[in-house]
């Protein structure tokens, strides 16, 4: 009796039949365009808008762009001008629903982060027009040799998506997040049942197992104090020499924002619009201004702001690190250069006088 | 979607129509702007501080930031004095009176006129940077009586080689400020005579420091000798204060370009104190 009542108040939670999950994503279908990842030809996958359900990929860790890409395109047009009519704001022309699936908690967490960064005092309009259309399905998984988002406290999503579902072997455990998330079980009434204790328990148990499977810890308490004492370190120098100044690390973040701007004229020389695009601190032009003087000239300082803007400036301004521990800057740098050892060397290192 | 923000202010990026109304040619290659907004109301409503500066568009080539060199305690006409050094400003450079652009604005903080008032300031300028003081110089000057001493050492070869030298001179004429030109040695790459020269400049005008804002503007490479100086007086640390630049593509904190330590110029600055200094690092 007991476990009864429970169950019939605690409707935030159902049960999908793995071979239901066509059905799942049939359904996320008619509720907007949906992207999720799509494998790639050798092993990798890709977020994509998708044609058949059955592209998706249910076991994709980690691809190689995050969904960033979706909600803040790689270019983006911000204003339209005219010779004579000045400039005028450009809306968002996306699709006009978007449901992407897949998100694991590292990648809902970045893009918490993002809507904190478009968001606030100066707001991003085409952004927050894509982002309220979005629908977020999330997705949990089991890490590897590169994740870390248990150190940065980004490996649970107690907000930020409208379904999540965890993987319990037979079946799905689908946490409902919002009234979105609630259409969306209506809507499937017949494809979902509801949990019963033995899948709370099964819940239970892959929480625990998901937790026992991270092979890395980086301490991350302190680290803004003991990266502000490091500042002279001789890492910086060591990490700059290395490093290609490819701003390929930046391109895979899922928090990594900062763009440049530049002005398209269209051909009839009186028109065009005023570009996005993303950029990346670590390239040589990043902070390079007029007359060829460069505030950020040597490797060392321009890599340095990426864990420093990431660690402690992120903080001051948003009041958390804004790196979620994800590993994709570890999969894609030329350079080998790994946030997990230069975090952990950072903290071991010896200063060398 | 439940608590994903709503966008609820018009865009930031956008620019206001603006018309250039006049151009002045100044000194070392530098223009003065006039510039105006269209709605006459925003002309009523733009407010700002001396040391904020604006982001202006010229329609077709790019958008760069400026600082506001007038006064908000004279409205009506925004003036910036720019230098050509890249593609917007040779195209701001090349501009006829009455062009149409773009301005959006003001950013950045500014100088705590708030905090500065009633005390006495010292305004520090190492030659060509005489200019970047004008806005706040106006504005004292405009709402004298708000503010105690007002003690002004700048550095020139010859004031009348400096953009806004001549204003040297009426100054110099004020009963309600003390003004002292120095003349450095020639040819002072890193400015070492600059600063001894302002030190030499600031000693002889026997200024209190106790309370005092000192407000610099220079190369900041060049201000350490300066900033012991003016410590050793006993001007307090969050009282020296100047502008900085970096590179700037959006104004308001987006772009990321700005960065200094761990702040964005954009935002948290342009103007910063020397406490700020001591706390960020690559400040110079
Ligand atoms: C807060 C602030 C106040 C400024 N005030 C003045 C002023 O009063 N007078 C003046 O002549 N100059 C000022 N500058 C510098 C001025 O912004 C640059 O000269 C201008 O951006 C050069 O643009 P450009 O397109 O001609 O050069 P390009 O080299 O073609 O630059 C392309 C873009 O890069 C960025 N950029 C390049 N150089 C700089 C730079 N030095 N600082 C910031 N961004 C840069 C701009 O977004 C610019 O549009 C100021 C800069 C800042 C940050
Ligand atoms: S810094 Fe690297 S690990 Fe951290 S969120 Fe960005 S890509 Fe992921
Ligand atoms: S991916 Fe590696 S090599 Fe490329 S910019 Fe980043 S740190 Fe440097
Ligand atoms: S200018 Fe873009 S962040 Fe400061």
């Known amino acids: 009796m007991e476990s009864r009542r429970f169950l019939a108040g605690h409707a935030n939670a159902r049960l999908l039949a793995k071979d239901k999950a066509i059905g799942l994503l049939e359904l996320l279908g008619s509720f907007g365009e949906l992207y999720g990842p799509v494998r790639n030809g050798g092993g990798s996958s890709t977020f994509r808008a998708v044609k058949k359900p059955a592209d998706i990929d249910l076991n994709s860790l980690r691809t190689l762009l995050p969904p960033k890409k979706i909600l803040y395109p790689p270019t983006d047009e911000l204003l339209e001008f005219t010779a004579d009519g000045g400039f005028r704001s450009k809306e968002e022309t996306g699709p006009a629903r978007i449901v992407l699936f897949g998100l694991h908690p590292c990648d809902i967490n970045a893009v918490l982060t993002l809507d904190q960064v478009f968001s606030g005092r100066f707001e991003e309009p085409r952004y927050l027009a894509r982002r309220r259309r979005t629908a977020v399905i999330g997705l949990d998984c089991l890490p590897d040799e590169l994740c870390f988002c248990h150190s940065t406290k980004t490996d649970f999503s107690d907000r930020g998506f409208d379904l999540f579902l965890t993987d319990l072997g037979e079946a799905y455990f689908v946490r409902i997040g919002t009234a979105l998330g609630d259409d969306i079980i209506r809507a499937g009434r017949d494809i979902f049942q509801p949990i019963g204790p033995e899948s709370i328990d099964q819940y239970k148990d892959k929480t625990n197992r998901r937790h026992a499977a991270f092979s890395h810890r980086v301490e991350l308490v302190d680290l803004p104090h003991i990266l502000e004492l490091d500042y002279d370190s001789e890492i910086w120098e060591s990490l700059g020499r290395k490093c290609f100044s490819c701003g390929s690390c930046s391109a895979v973040c899922p928090t990594c924002y900062c763009y440049d701007v530049f002005d398209q004229v269209n051909l009839d020389g009186r028109s065009g619009s005023r570009v996005r695009i993303w950029d990346s601190c670590l390239t040589n032009s990043f902070a390079r201004v007029a007359d060829g003087h460069n505030y950020r000239q040597d490797k060392s300082t321009r890599i340095k702001l990426r864990y420093y803007h990431k660690q402690i400036a992120f903080v001051e301004q948003y009041g958390r690190p804004s790196c979620v521990g994800c590993g994709r800057c570890i999969a894609a740098c030329p350079a080998e250069i790994s946030v997990i050892d230069v975090l952990n060397a950072i903290f071991r290192e010896k200063v060398v006088k | ?284």
């Not at chain 2, 953009?163 to 003349?183: A, K, M, N």
């Open chain 2, 1 to 284: 979607m439940n608590g994903v923000p709503v966008a609820t202010k018009p865009d930031p990026l956008q620019p206001n129509r603006a018309h250039v109304i006049r151009v002045q040619r100044l000194p070392l290659e530098i223009n003065l702007f006039q510039l105006r907004f269209e709605d006459e109301e925003l002309n009523l409503s733009f407010d700002f501080k001396p040391g904020q500066f604006l982001m202006l568009s010229v329609i077709g080539v790019g958008e760069a930031p400026f600082a506001i060199v007038s006064s908000p305690s004279r409205r009506g006409l925004i003036e910036i004095a720019v230098r050509q050094s890249g593609r917007v400003t040779t195209a701001l450079h090349n501009l006829k009176e009455n062009a149409l652009i773009g301005i959006r604005g003001p950013y950045g903080n500014g100088y705590p006129i708030e905090r500065m008032r009633r005390s006495d300031v010292l305004l520090l300028s190492e030659g060509p940077w005489f200019g970047a003081l004008r806005s706040l110089r106006w504005y004292i000057l405009d709402n004298r009586k708000d503010f105690g001493q007002v003690t002004l050492v700048a550095t020139a070869d010859d004031a009348k080689d400096l953009p806004f030298g001549d204003e040297l001179s009426w100054l110099g004429d004020r009963e309600d400020i003390t003004c002292r030109v120095c003349r450095p040695a020639a040819r002072d790459a890193e400015g070492q005579d600059h600063m001894a020269r302002l030190i030499a400049g600031l000693r002889q005008t026997k200024f209190v420091a106790q309370g005092t804002y000192a407000v610099l503007a220079g190369e900041p490479a060049h201000f350490p000798p300066l900033w012991d100086y003016l410590l050793e007086r006993g001007v307090s640390k969050d009282k020296i204060l100047f502008s900085l630049q970096r590179k700037m593509r959006c104004g308001i904190g987006k772009c990321g370009h700005c960065s200094i330590g761990y702040k964005y110029t954009c935002l948290d600055g342009p103007v910063f104190s020397y406490w700020d200094a001591q706390n960020l690092p690559e400040v110079i």
